[in-house]
């Protein structure tokens, strides 16, 4: 990466897939990074979506796409982001938005296969791109038309976009993981007040 690029300075972890919404709607729309400052794609080419999608557990390898795909799958990442934003701020959405999630979700979503008893299942699909998309939409309508959409939060770290469904009793998480950003904002107060 060019050194005069502000993205070079991020950590090569910074890179790597956030699993920490607790929901898959929200894992996909994890993959593009501090959406507020310095925002960057963790999709940087098409062999990514196929390595997010093995890593997600949804496909047992990585899945070879193309850049029509590649740019569709982009397209439903931003729309659920904005869907998921306004839903939270009780906003209306954009009809074509809610088109774009609509149509995906019509497609035959991933077909769980049993492998063995008493152990995680197996997805299959016969047109996975497809599946994959319909998949998180599906998971998206789910979330965007319960009452657990009162429940997803935004990180508090500034630096962290990351939207997760707060599942504690008392519903007030503030961070996506407390042993990732929890720990960073926690050590940085503690710098600050040790250094005053």
Same mark, same amino acid.
């Given at each position: 990466?060019?050194?005069?690029?502000?993205?070079?300075?991020?950590?090569?972890?910074?890179?790597?897939?956030?699993?920490?919404?607790?929901?898959?709607?929200?894992?996909?729309?994890?993959?593009?990074?501090?959406?507020?400052?310095?925002?960057?794609?963790?999709?940087?080419?098409?062999?990514?979506?196929?390595?997010?999608?093995?890593?997600?557990?949804?496909?047992?390898?990585?899945?070879?796409?193309?850049?029509?795909?590649? #740019?569709? @799958? %982009?397209?439903?990442?931003? =729309?659920?982001?904005?869907?998921?934003? /306004?839903? *939270?701020?009780?906003?209306? $959405?954009?009809?074509?938005?809610?088109?774009?999630?609509?149509?995906?979700?019509?497609?035959?979503?991933?077909?769980?296969?049993?492998?063995?008893?008493?152990?995680?299942?197996?997805?299959?699909?016969?047109?996975?791109?497809?599946?994959?998309?319909?998949?998180?939409?599906?998971?998206?309508?789910?979330?965007?038309?319960?009452? #657990?959409? @009162? %429940?997803?939060?935004?990180? =508090?770290?500034?630096?962290?976009?990351? /939207?997760? *469904?707060?599942?504690?009793? $008392?519903?007030?998480?503030?961070?996506?993981?407390?042993?990732?950003?929890?720990?960073?904002?926690?050590?940085?107060?503690?710098?600050?007040?040790?250094?005053?």
């Amino acid at each position: 990466m060019d050194q005069t690029d502000p993205l070079a300075k991020l950590h090569p972890s910074d890179w790597e897939f956030r699993f920490r919404s607790g929901r898959l709607c929200l894992d996909f729309i994890a993959t593009v990074g501090d959406r507020e400052h310095m925002p960057f794609d963790r999709w940087r080419h098409e062999g990514d979506f196929g390595r997010w999608c093995a890593e997600t557990g949804l496909l047992a390898s990585p899945i070879a796409i193309g850049s029509a795909e590649f #740019a569709s @799958a %982009r397209r439903l990442r931003e =729309a659920l982001y904005r869907l998921v934003t /306004l839903g *939270l701020a009780q906003e209306t $959405p954009d009809p074509a938005d809610l088109r774009l999630v609509n149509a995906a979700a019509l497609k035959p979503a991933l077909i769980p296969q049993l492998t063995a008893i008493g152990q995680a299942h197996a997805w299959t699909a016969p047109a996975p791109f497809d599946a994959v998309l319909a998949t998180v939409s599906r998971d998206a309508i789910d979330l965007l038309s319960s009452p #657990a959409l @009162a %429940r997803v939060r935004k990180c =508090a770290d500034g630096h962290c976009s990351i /939207l997760f *469904l707060d599942t504690s009793r $008392p519903g007030k998480r503030r961070w996506c993981a407390m042993n990732g950003c929890g720990n960073k904002v926690k050590k940085a107060a503690y710098r600050k007040r040790h250094k005053a």
